[in-house]
């Protein structure tokens, strides 16, 4: 079991940037994937970005070049950097653990105005 804790959203404009961290309960190295979701209301769940123990990351189309994940062993956090966000990046993050993304944190909001 591993809990996850969302912290660093927010309202912010267009253009702007947040920094999200996802704390977890235990050691994240031996957790294969961290991975950060967004949903917008109305909208499906959608991943936004994962990174590996191994150092590999991926992103979705839409966040390439903007958003950054990474993953912090030394304080059991993943962070997720977002650059020149823009309206519809609004939604609620979440982030998973796990390679099947067993484990889920509550999510945190993130309001981008025009």
């Known amino acids: ?3 996850l804790v969302e912290s660093g959203g927010g309202l912010v404009q267009a253009g702007g940037s947040l ?3 996802c704390a977890a309960s235990k050691t994240i190295a031996s957790i294969s ?3 950060w979701h967004r949903q917008a209301p109305g909208k499906e769940r959608e991943l936004v970005a994962t990174a590996t ?3 590999r990351t991926n992103y979705a189309d839409s966040v390439k070049d903007r958003f950054i994940i990474s993953r912090d062993g030394t304080k ?3 962070y997720l950097q977002m650059n020149s966000l823009k309206p519809e990046d609004t939604g609620r993050y979440y982030c998973s653990a796990g390679r099947y993304q067993n484990y889920w944190g509550q ?6 105005s025009s």
Do not use: C, D, E, W
């Not at 999510?107 to 981008?112: L, N, S």
């Open 76 to 78: 059991n956090t993943v």
């Open 53 to 55: 123990n191994g150092g």
């Open 33 to 35: 994937i961290m991975g």
């Open 107 to 112: 999510g945190t909001q993130v309001t981008v």
């Open 19 to 21: 920094r999200l961290s």
């Open 1 to 3: 079991q591993v809990q």
